[in-house]
């Protein structure tokens, strides 16, 4: 079967566009990617997008898809082998920590953009909370699910790679703290679609972009990286 033309528009920091990267990468899927200003998207950009947020994916130049998690399952149907369970029950599951991943992406931007020290010190226990609940998930190997990869790896590795570079003393990241997850990170982050999934200087935009905000969090946050993460 023959894949349409597939274009993603995206900005490069996005964890949810990421997720999208990696299955395409995965796939082998052919793609034109364009990176837009979220604070100044094209006329086209709103025109095209329902809730005027990356990612959309727009196929064969005429239809318009959006949410990380619904373009995914498309990706993964148009092209097999699939990387969802063969069975109902797998599926609904990998669908609901899917869910749960989105908030802990959520989590982890009111983290780094706390105002105070109180605000980052309760955003911190949350998103610790949300940590040792995927720890209880994370009990297969290599990966989520057992041996192949699924759409829930692809899924988490956006949030874990955030927290593995902003290595602050009082992240919710603190790997001894998570045995499974720290397993799986390590044996995840190796794979050439997750390296590949952001730009070159990801890093750098990262830090940038954290020394701009204003508060408590994201100039701390910043120096954390410009020291190397630790």
Request: hydrophobic share 40%; net charge negative; with cysteine.
């Amino acid at each position: 079967m023959s894949l349409p033309h597939l274009h993603l528009v995206s900005f490069p920091l996005c964890p949810f566009v990421q997720r999208s990267v990696i299955t395409l990468k995965h796939k082998n899927i052919p793609f034109e990617r364009t990176y837009i200003d979220p604070r100044d998207p094209p006329t086209w950009f709103r025109d095209r997008s329902p809730t005027g947020k990356v990612p959309l994916l727009i196929v064969a130049t005429d239809t318009a898809l959006f949410e990380s998690a619904v373009i995914n399952e498309y990706l993964d149907e148009i092209s097999p082998p699939r990387l969802m369970p063969e069975d109902p029950l797998g599926r609904a599951l990998v669908r609901a920590w899917i869910a749960f991943a989105s908030d802990m992406i959520m989590g982890f931007q009111r983290w780094i953009t706390a105002s105070d020290q109180e605000a980052f010190r309760e955003a911190r226990d949350e998103a610790a909370k949300g940590l040792a609940q995927l720890e209880q998930q994370c009990r297969a190997t290599p990966f989520f699910m057992g041996s192949d990869f699924t759409l829930l790896d692809s899924t988490v590795a956006p949030v874990l790679m955030r927290y593995d570079l902003v290595r602050d003393p009082e992240s919710p990241w603190q790997p001894e703290q998570f045995p499974n997850l720290a397993r799986w990170w390590q044996h995840v982050s190796q794979l050439a679609e997750v390296r590949e999934s952001v730009p070159e200087d990801f890093r750098e935009r990262l830090q940038k972009m954290l020394s701009a905000q204003e508060g408590f969090a994201g100039p701390r946050l910043a120096a954390t990286l410009a020291a190397g993460g630790h």
